[in-house]
């Protein structure tokens, strides 16, 4: 079985600080790990994926196979990065994507 | 066009109506996705459509029908609802490994 989990529920940190968003996956085969954004009254949409290894609006990610890990982090939070962020696992094979459970980030002034 | 749409927006039904959820995308994805999303919960997928045919259900109750007349159409055929049947109905496309790309979903209440 297959289960994305992201352990916090709600993170707030200040304008300015570091944050992380924590995601770990579980899957037996070679995994396609994404993360999707949601901002207030938009639409659910694609942050990043991890075999693209690029920086979007100065958010990173890693993929820890060790670790089983997909991490979301960026050096300097701003206000606007305030959303809802789903982890998600993509098993291309059957065309699924599971998402994980979401972590609200709140950036406050 | 990189846009999903769904329509409508919002539908309120009865418990003995029949009413149809709508989504068509024009970027040439050949997969097609709908999801359910309760609130403060992740989505959860429903159906998958991959070139027209109906590739996944995940165990959705056949009070849902999916149909998918064409590849830029996706359909949710809806009958004999629940009230716990109410929620955001999401549809999603994507290249086959690719991103997924939702629509602003329809947000269904069932009386």
């Known amino acids: 079985a297959q289960r994305v989990t992201q352990p916090e529920k709600l993170l707030s940190v200040f304008k300015g600080a570091p944050v992380e968003l924590k995601c770990n996956y579980s899957?037996?085969?070679?995994?396609?790990l994404f993360w999707y954004v949601q901002y207030s009254r938009q639409r659910l949409q694609l942050l990043l994926r991890?075999?693209s290894r690029e920086s979007i609006k100065g958010f990173t990610a890693d993929l820890n196979k060790g670790e089983t890990s997909f991490h979301l982090k960026k050096p300097f939070a701003q206000e606007e990065d305030s959303a809802m962020y789903y982890c998600?696992?993509?098993?291309?094979?059957?065309?699924?994507?599971?998402f994980g459970s979401g972590t609200k980030l709140n950036v406050k002034p | 066009d990189t846009e999903v749409t769904q329509t409508p927006k919002h539908l309120v039904m009865g418990m003995t109506n029949k009413k149809s959820l709508k989504c068509e995308q024009h970027?040439?994805?050949?997969?097609m996705y709908w999801y359910k999303q309760k609130a403060k919960k992740p989505p959860e997928l429903m159906f998958v459509y991959s070139y027209e045919k109906l590739s996944i259900n995940e165990s959705v109750p056949s009070r849902f029908s999916p149909e998918c007349p064409n590849s830029s159409l996706l359909n949710l055929h809806l009958h004999a609802l629940q009230p716990e049947d109410s929620a955001l109905y999401l549809c999603?496309?994507?290249?086959?490994?690719?991103?997924?790309?939702f629509g602003e979903g329809s947000r269904l209440t069932v009386l």
């Open positions: 970027m040439g994805h050949r997969a």
């Open positions: 991890h075999i």
């Open positions: 899957y037996s085969g070679s995994p396609e």
């Open positions: 999603a496309s994507s290249q086959e490994t690719g991103e997924l790309f």
């Open positions: 998600a696992l993509g098993i291309y094979n059957f065309n699924k994507f599971y």
